[in-house]
Structures are given as structure tokens and as C-alpha cells.
């Protein structure tokens, strides 16, 4: 047997993103997605899997690595799906079915737009979400684009003009879907009826300015009629379900804790809202960073006749918890570090996620007993020289213990000092926990001792400590002071005179920030990074209203002298740090003049300083960009980190 070996970039490309997990309609099976990243296209492959539960087999179904979004049909014997295999056009939907029992796939016919999720209907037609593009009059054929509203841009989508993701209705063999939801509605999610004859949507429907507020709709799929079953209400709705007869939303008024408020559970009647459950404190969603997912998808809460299932980071975790309506709730997958997605039927889960410091894999829950039913990643996991993440609590000064962990390089010898990376999550409103992490897994392989915490502003500790509206950079950077001076003091492995900082999005403020009010590190690496909350506002997808809401504000534009003080840029006269800033050409969600400006800023001061710019990324680079790509950004890390620390 082959001895472990340490952990090496290209490992990743070995690995399986496992995404889409789906009962069949008799809960007799579970369909899910597996996707790889393929160095040959500099892009991923993406198959259909389906795990029998009567049987206990896996077996792989489709094999052209071009699926995008499937559903089952509504008597289970097959799949649909979308792929673009043989070259499709992506701004189509070829629509495929697989017959279960044996043959190829059928192509059904092609849609002409982009399709991100479908369902079949009791007579056969797919009811479809699909992405409308108005075409614009130019006569003259120039080479320009009209805007008129906001946001005018999307992390991810590009120039989103006056698009609309709407709902239609589509007959296999057949053109263009009819449009069943207005010209100006944007739907966000959809749930089907048991009896497939209605669509609960959450949606959006604006002219010029999206807003934070949305509502519910109900669509009649035999009479086309569109009912808003919010009016008048003011509530960020994260999803909608029936519970027998009852509707059932989880949501958020914001009155509290403004836009990263965390949600709970109401009943909608006639207009009005009933919370039912009060005493809630949660996010409804998996924020457990990591950077070995892909294309996870799903819903986070689903509500039946027995009640509301939903996903919930707690401290350090990712759970999936099951709310009965009636003051009972509790955790369904206790032995998870991160559950990513899920589906339930009848009271039984299959749910994707991290254990251990094992990859994702598929499991099934049934009477609180979990079963792995997977195994994608154990061989490649298997073979590598892992340094599990070790927890720690560090007092902030203030009465707060702080959740933190530390990496010890691998091959760690006793009494010697290493140099280390302190790695700072995004967010803020996300958390770190125990999981696989690539990058970090990589550093301690090459030498490196890691450490990571979860400073005030993240998730997973309720809506208190998350909320730091106003105070970016001070209670944030406290914390991370406390956990590093705690680290430096009581780790008799840390070289203290050879210390890196690095982050990414909220991580990467962090990192400017921590660079402009201290010189303890050697280095930094700043990724996808704030550096001037002014500029922000006008200029990332989520500006025109997260300045405001973060930084304080009234409209349209953040509060200046307060969004100055917060940004990193008013302090560069105080940088000595050397200074790689990583960013992406298409990145709109901290969009590329942030790093432009700062970098800039350094290279006149003579800091040293390096910017990778990769075109054709955008935010989501160290998470889902092309393969080639991400092996570019975690050896530029590297060796800067390197230079300096080695």
C-alpha cells in the first residue's frame, strides 16, 4: 500500500463537487450532480449520478460532462435535464430526457434562452425558469448598450441590463415557452404544488431600482393568473413552501439588524404575518467557508405536512434542522461539519456535505441514524498527509471567547518555529469551521503553520454578534488582534518575526485594513479586496444599498465621512507591508478599482507591491473559476509567501 504523500495544488483537480441532491417521487432513490475540474477545457465536467436506496448502488448516467440543472419526471422513471453536449449554444437550453430503465438520452427539443431549473407538469409540459433578454433598437448597429436600471451588472452574470429570470411554460418538441409571470417580475425561487396544478414564487418586480424587499406570488398554472399574497407587506423573503393547506415563508423585516439580519419562520394568511418561531436565531443557510464546492444549488429551507426542514450554521457548523411549527427543533445531522444541500421526503434527508476531514459525500438520514452512501473522494482524501485543523478559544478582552483553529505544518517537529499564515474569512457574514480546506492544506504542506478565526461579524452566534453595521475595522480588528497576540504568546510553534496575512472579499478589507494599522507582518496577500468605501457605492452590484446599510447612510450614496474613516485607502500612509493584491477583471461584486486604487497608492509610496489581475474571473475565482486559473492564484499566494517568510 502506497504511503500518504503531502498535499499538492493539482490535487484539486481530483476531486468531486458533488451538488443537487433530489429524491425520486417515491423516495426510493436519490439523483444528485457530480462535477471535476478538467485542466484539458480549463473548465468543470458535470454528470448525473443516481443512488438506488432498495439496491445500495451508485451508478453514473449521463457522461458528457455538459449537464447544467435536471428535475425528476412526475412518475419518477426518468430525468430531464439541461446539456450542452456536442457545443450547444449556452445561451440555449437543449432539453433532454433519460429513460431509468435503459436506452440514451432524448433530445425533447432546444429553448431559446438560458434555463436554470424546470419541473414536469401532470400533462407533460416543463414548466421552466428561464432568463429573458429585451432586445434593444440600433439601427446604426453600434457597438453600445442601454441601461435604465439598477443593478446594471451582476457578480457572475455580467451586464444584466433589463433581464429577467421569468417563469414559462414549454412543450417538449416545441420553440419558444410561453411566459407565464409579468415583463417586470425577476423570480428568485419557485415550489410546485404536490398536485403540480400551482407555483409558490419568490420574486421580485421593479422598474429601475431592485430592492431588498420582495414578496410571494402565487401562480394558477391552469388559469395563467398571477396572485401577490404580500401586498402591503415589507419583508425580505428568502423562500416560500405550503405545510399542508398553510403557507409557510421564511423571512426577515430588517428592522433590527438591517439586511444581514437573520430570517425566521412565519405563516402568511390573508396579508398578514405570524411568526412561529420567535425565539430563532439563525441564517438559514450553509456560510461555512470552504473552497472544495461547486455549483451546490439548492434550497435552503423546505416546508411540508410535517414542517419546515431547513439548513443552519451554528458556532463552527452547517446543520440541516427540522422545525415541527409547533416549538420543536432540531438538528438532523449532529455528525456533519458542513451540511451543503439537501432534500427530504416523508421525514427522511439526503444531504450533501463535508465530515471530517473528508470531502463531500452523499448521506441519508432516516430515525436520526446517518449513512454515508457515496464514496467519491475517499481514494484521493486517503492517500494525502493531512494536518487536521486543531480548535481553540481565545478571550477578545471584552468577555467573548472567539472560535479559532490552527494548522501545524506536516512532518511538525517539536520545539521548532514555522513560518505562519493567518487566513481571514469573507463575508463578514460567514464563518470558518474544521472542514477540508485546499489552500490552507497546501500551506501546511509546504511548511506552513495556519490560523484562522471567527472574528465579530460572522455567522453562526446569532444576530448580535454579527451585526457590526458602523464598526468595520474596530470590534472586527480587535478580535483578530486578541487571537493573534493569544496565538503568538501561547503557540511555541508561530515564528512571530515571520508572519503573513492573507483574505479574501471581506477578508481581503481585513487584510487592507490590518496593512494600514500594523506592521507586525511580513507580508500580505489581499484578494478581491474593499479599499475605498466611497467609490463602492457606485460601482459593485450590492453597493447602492450595502454601503449604506454597513457603513451608515440615508441614500443614495453612503454617509462620506463615515465611509471614509472606514476605508483602508485614508490610511496608506502608514503601509510598509510588501503587498500582492489579487482581483478579477470580471469581479462586480468588489469590483476591480478597488484594487487598482490601492495598489496604486503602494507602487507611488515604493512599497512593494504586485497585482495579478485574471481576466475573464470574476469574485467567485478561488471558489468556481476555470481550473488553469485557480492553480495561477494559489501559487502566486504561495510564493509571495515564500518570498518574504522563507
Known amino acids: 500500500m502506497t504511503a500518504p504523500r503531502k498535499v499538492k495544488f493539482d490535487d484539486m483537480l481530483n476531486f468531486h463537487f458533488l451538488s443537487r441532491a433530489l429524491f425520486s417521487p417515491d423516495g426510493r432513490q436519490v439523483a444528485y450532480m457530480d462535477t471535476q475540474a478538467d485542466l484539458e477545457k480549463d473548465g468543470y465536467s458535470t454528470n448525473l449520478w443516481l443512488y438506488s436506496l432498495d439496491a445500495g448502488t451508485d451508478r453514473q448516467l449521463t457522461f458528457s460532462g455538459s449537464e447544467k440543472t435536471y428535475a425528476w419526471s412526475r412518475d419518477g422513471r426518468s430525468l ?165 393547506s398553510r403557507v409557510i415563508l421564511v423571512a426577515s423585516d430588517m428592522k433590527h439588524y438591517g439586511m444581514n439580519e437573520n430570517p425566521t419562520i412565519y405563516e402568511l394568511k390573508d396579508s398578514r404575518m405570524t411568526c412561529l418561531a420567535p425565539d430563532l436565531d439563525t441564517s438559514f443557510h450553509c456560510s461555512i467557508g470552504g473552497d472544495c464546492r461547486y455549483g451546490v444549488g439548492g434550497q435552503s429551507a423546505v416546508a411540508d405536512d410535517r414542517g419546515v426542514t431547513y439548513l443552519s450554521t451554528e458556532e463552527t457548523t452547517s446543520q440541516v434542522h427540522f422545525n415541527s411549527l409547533n416549538g420543536s427543533d432540531q438538528s438532523l445531522t449532529p455528525d456533519l461539519l458542513s451540511a451543503d444541500c439537501f432534500d427530504v421526503h416523508g421525514g427522511k434527508l439526503a444531504v450533501i456535505g463535508f465530515r471530517g476531514m473528508k470531502l463531500q459525500e452523499l448521506y441519508y438520514v432516516e430515525s436520526g441514524r446517518m449513512t454515508q452512501l457515496t464514496r467519491h473522494n475517499e481514494a484521493v482524501i486517503g492517500g494525502l498527509k493531512l494536518s487536521e485543523p486543531v480548535h481553540y478559544t481565545v478571550n477578545n478582552g471584552e468577555g467573548l471567547d472567539l472560535d479559532c483553529w490552527y494548522i501545524k505544518p506536516v512532518d511538525y517537529e517539536e520545539g521548532r518555529k514555522y513560518p505562519t499564515i493567518l487566513d481571514i474569512h469573507g463575508g463578514p457574514k460567514t464563518a470558518y469551521g474544521a472542514v477540508y480546506f485546499h489552500e490552507m492544506q497546501c500551506w501546511a504542506a509546504l511548511g506552513y503553520a495556519v490560523i484562522f478565526t471567527n472574528p465579530r461579524g460572522g455567522d453562526g452566534r446569532g444576530n448580535k454578534f454579527a451585526d457590526i453595521r458602523g464598526k468595520y475595522g474596530t470590534v472586527d480588528y480587535q478580535d483578530i488582534t486578541a487571537v493573534l497576540d493569544w496565538s503568538v504568546k501561547n503557540l511555541d510553534f508561530i515564528d512571530a518575526a515571520r508572519m503573513g496575512v492573507t483574505g479574501g472579499s471581506y477578508g481581503g478589507y481585513m487584510t487592507n485594513w490590518i496593512i494600514t494599522h500594523t506592521n507586525r507582518f511580513k507580508c500580505a496577500a489581499s484578494q478581491r479586496s474593499i479599499s475605498n468605501w466611497i ?39 502608514n503601509v510598509q507591508t510588501p503587498t500582492l493584491f489579487i482581483h478579477s477583471e470580471e469581479d462586480h461584486r468588489c469590483p476591480d478599482e478597488q484594487a487598482f486604487q490601492i495598489f496604486t497608492a503602494l507602487q507611488v509610496r515604493g512599497i512593494e507591491s504586485r497585482l495579478c489581475y485574471f481576466l475573464g474571473e470574476n469574485h467567485e475565482l478561488s471558489r468556481s473559476g476555470k481550473p488553469r486559473s485557480r492553480l495561477a492564484r494559489l501559487r502566486e499566494i504561495t510564493q509571495w509567501m515564500d518570498r518574504f517568510l522563507k
Open 80 to 244: 430531464i435535464f439541461i446539456s450542452h453536449r456536442g457545443g450547444a449554444d449556452k445561451n440555449t437550453a437543449p432539453v433532454y430526457r433519460l429513460n431509468l430503465e435503459g436506452g440514451e438520452a432524448e433530445c425533447l427539443g432546444t429553448v431559446p434562452h438560458q434555463v436554470s431549473e424546470l419541473w414536469e407538469l401532470p400533462g407533460g409540459q416543463i414548466l421552466m425558469k428561464a432568463l429573458y433578454v429585451p432586445e434593444e433598437p440600433n439601427p446604426e448597429k453600434a457597438q453600445y448598450k442601454v441601461y435604465t436600471q439598477i443593478p446594471f451588472w451582476q457578480n457572475g452574470k455580467g451586464f444584466t441590463g433589463q433581464r429577467r429570470t421569468a417563469l414559462s411554460v414549454w412543450t417538449p418538441g416545441s420553440g419558444e415557452p410561453q411566459r407565464l409571470t409579468p415583463d417586470r417580475m425577476d423570480v428568485e425561487s419557485c415550489v410546485l404544488s404536490p398536485d403540480g396544478r400551482k407555483a409558490l414564487l419568490v420574486a421580485d418586480d421593479y422598474r429601475t431600482v431592485l430592492q431588498l424587499v420582495n414578496h410571494v406570488y402565487e401562480l394558477d398554472l391552469e388559469t395563467g393568473v398571477v396572485t401577490c399574497l404580500t401586498e402591503g407587506l415589507e419583508y425580505r423573503i428568502r423562500t416560500a413552501g405550503w405545510c399542508g
Open 535 to 573: 467609490s463602492f457605492d457606485g460601482v459593485s452590484d450590492i453597493g447602492y444599498y450595502f454601503g449604506i446599510d454597513q457603513q451608515g447612510g440615508s441614500g443614495p450614496l453612503t454617509d462620506v465621512s463615515l465611509a471614509w474613516n472606514a476605508s483602508p485607502l485614508k490610511y496608506i500612509n
